[in-house]
T-cell receptor
Framework: GAGVSQSPSNKVTEKGKDVELRCDPI?????LYWYRQSLGQGLEFLIY??????PDKSGLPSDRFSAERTGGSVSTLTIQRTQQEDSAVYLC?????????WGTGELFFGEGSRLTVL | GDSVTQMEGPVTLSEEAFLTINCTYT??????LFWYVQYPGEGLQLLLK?????DKGSNKGFEATYRKETTSFHLEKGSVQVSDSAVYFC????????????FGSGTQLTVLP
């Protein structure tokens, strides 16, 4: 598609269950980001993928969170043993990402996946 | 670490009113500064940017000037429209974390006809 696609758009789960959130970036974009947007909070950086390089996982809040990116395209964010504080909107973004063009700072965001943990 | 502070919302204005949304930042070195906008039901999108001191970013009638002396990047528009109703996020990209954007908490703007 033309934009960043995320699924599901809404997910309600019970505490302790695992969830997977999917992101399909814009074709040709080598950089992919996950952010978390909690109510009343700014966007919190979670993880960054650039091409075949090792991902920058510095923003992941705990070892219950993990992400992978297969074939340099689609990414899955997995949250294990969900907790109520994990409730948030999870945003995926992509960009051209090469070091020479990063300076544009333009990330293209999906509409997000709203996660509610009961 | 890097941080961005935005004026708290929500902000409600009448159509054609003047808009200012304040944004200040803390960063080492010389960051690039951005405003992103999130319209209802849509993903965030870049509104404007400035990459060095005294630069003015502009788009769709919105402007923001990179003020190094006051570490600010306030968003302004001379005459808002109902269609400007959205959440506005100030963000920076610091030289030490150039692959990440640090965002403010967002300001909800509602423009009434």
């Amino acid at each position: 598609g033309a934009g960043v696609s995320q699924s599901p758009s809404n997910k309600v789960t019970e505490k302790g269950k695992d969830v997977e959130l999917r992101c399909d970036p814009i074709s040709g974009h080598t950089a992919l980001y996950w952010y978390r947007q909690s109510l009343g909070q700014g966007l919190e950086f979670l993880i960054y993928f650039q091409g075949n390089s090792a991902p920058d996982k510095s923003g992941l809040p705990s070892d219950r969170f993990s992400a992978e990116r297969t074939g340099g395209s689609v990414s899955t964010l997995t949250i294990q043993r969900t907790q109520q504080e994990d409730s948030a909107v999870y945003l995926c973004a992509s960009s051209h990402g090469t070091s020479g063009s990063w300076g544009t700072g333009e990330l293209f965001f999906g509409e997000g996946s709203r996660l509610t943990v009961l | 670490g890097d941080s961005v502070t935005q004026m708290e919302g929500p902000v409600t204005l009448s159509e054609e009113a003047f808009l200012t949304i304040n944004c200040t930042y803390t960063a080492t070195g010389y960051p690039s500064l951005f405003w992103y906008v999130q319209y209802p039901g849509e993903g965030l999108q870049l509104l404007l940017k400035a990459t060095k001191a005294d630069d003015k970013g502009s788009n769709k009638g919105f402007e923001a000037t990179y003020r190094k002396e006051t570490t600010s990047f306030h968003l302004e528009k001379g005459s808002v429209q109902v269609s400007d109703s959205a959440v506005y996020f100030c963000a920076l990209s610091g030289p030490g974390s150039a692959r990440q954007l640090t965002f403010g908490s967002g300001t909800q703007l509602t423009v009434l006809p």
